[in-house]
T-cell receptor
Framework: SQTIHQWPATLVQPVGSPLSLECTVEGTSNPNLYWYRQAAGRGLQLLFYSVGIGQISSEVPQNLSASRPQDRQFILSSKKLLLSDSGFYLC????????????FGNGTRLTVT | AQSVTQLGSHVSVSEGALVLLRCNYSSSVPPYLFWYVQYPNQGLQLLLKYTSAATLVKGINGFEAEFKKSETSFHLTKPSAHMSDAAEYFCAVKKSGSARQLTFGSGTQLTVLP
């Protein structure tokens, strides 16, 4: 069966520090991969998605970036965090066919201080 | 472009009462529709999905949803609420053939009262 791993679960970082969140998927090949963010009391915001290695689509211009160095690995990064980057970050994957749902990781709670 | 509207950001029901969470969508083509549940500090878990096979879709934990094309609705129901159903629920729509992503509603927080 397929599983998705996301880490760390919780992270507290000072403003201006770098960020690296990692997500890996097991049990499937060539998945679509996604990064979402939930700010407190708000809905889900798509940040990035990827349909293959090295293929990244950005939905929201900001100081975050994403990379997909391997088929089942998706990394969210920042060179310098802002206070507004605080939130709950969710990685997700889906089979690249029309009606496939997204399957989410357990999320990373990021607090920028 | 497709969109999703969830009526009621907060819904409260008594334990044992009917749960009804409303979702209306707009899409230029027949969509795929989904309901997700999110417990505090966890990721989203798929409850059920509509992919045109049947208009009444049964999901996990006793939930079901009915696709009504004439009303562009996909409301989520459960006959009898349980305390463990307290969570946030998200409706989502995906356009057929889209590799992009789901469009999520803003969510409904369900409170179950003892």
């Amino acid at each position: 069966s397929q599983t998705i791993h996301q880490w760390p679960a919780t992270l507290v970082q000072p403003v201006g520090s770098p960020l690296s969140l990692e997500c890996t998927v097991e049990g499937t090949s060539n998945p679509n991969l996604y990064w979402y963010r939930q700010a407190a009391g708000r809905g889900l915001q798509l940040l990035f998605y990827s349909v293959g290695i090295g293929q990244i689509s950005s939905e929201v211009p900001q100081n975050l970036s994403a990379s997909r160095p391997q088929d089942r690995q998706f990394i969210l990064s920042s060179k310098k965090l802002l206070l507004s980057d605080s939130g709950f970050y969710l990685c997700a994957w889906s089979v690249p066919t029309g009606g496939s749902p997204l399957h989410f990781g357990n999320g990373t709670r990021l607090t920028v201080t | 472009a497709q969109s999703v509207t969830q009526l009621g950001s907060h819904v409260s029901v008594s334990e044992g009462a009917l749960v009804l969470l409303r979702c209306n969508y707009s899409s230029s083509v027949p969509p795929y529709l989904f309901w997700y549940v999110q417990y505090p500090n966890q990721g989203l878990q798929l409850l059920l999905k509509y992919t045109s096979a049947a208009t009444l879709v049964k999901g996990i934990n006793g939930f079901e949803a009915e696709f009504k094309k004439s009303e562009t609705s996909f409301h989520l129901t459960k006959p009898s609420a349980h305390m463990s159903d307290a969570a946030e629920y998200f409706c989502a729509v995906k356009k057929s053939g889209s590799a992009r992503q789901l469009t999520f509603g803003s969510g409904t927080q369900l409170t179950v009262l003892p």
